[in-house]
């Protein structure tokens, strides 16, 4: 379990680097929205999902940031294939 905020990583144990680049993707989400941008459409979509799934756990594993992050984090060089805003092609795929 780890945070990302404003790009700057917050866990308790160390992150192996699988988690390092679910981070990362983050990072690079929140950069392309200006962080604040970020952080307010992931708390609407939440509470949309919430809405949506009835369950604060699917909610969480079906934003668009998160799905994104999950799909690419075993790819270590994803980033350098990653376009801009492609988190957007995951929020109307439906996860679990
Ligand atoms: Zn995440």
Do not use: C
């Given at each position: 379990?780890a945070i990302?905020?404003?790009?700057f990583?917050?866990?308790?144990?160390?992150l192996?680097?699988?988690?390092?680049?679910h981070?990362?993707?983050?990072?690079?989400?929140?950069?392309?929205?200006?962080?604040?941008?970020?952080?307010l459409f992931?708390?609407?979509?939440?509470?949309?999902?919430?809405?949506?799934?009835?369950?604060?756990?699917?909610?969480?594993?079906?934003l668009?940031?998160?799905?994104?992050?999950?799909a690419?984090?075993?790819?270590?060089?994803?980033?350098?294939?990653?376009?801009?805003?492609?988190w957007?092609s995951y929020l109307?795929?439906?996860?679990?």
């Amino acid at each position: 379990m780890a945070i990302n905020l404003f790009g700057f990583v917050l866990s308790r144990y160390e992150l192996n680097a699988t988690e390092t680049n679910h981070e990362y993707i983050h990072s690079l989400q929140q950069r392309e929205l200006l962080w604040i941008f970020f952080y307010l459409f992931y708390g609407l979509e939440w509470l949309a999902k919430l809405f949506l799934y009835r369950s604060p756990q699917k909610a969480y594993l079906n934003l668009s940031f998160e799905r994104e992050a999950y799909a690419h984090q075993s790819d270590l060089l994803y980033h350098e294939s990653r376009r801009w805003y492609s988190w957007l092609s995951y929020l109307y795929k439906p996860n679990n």
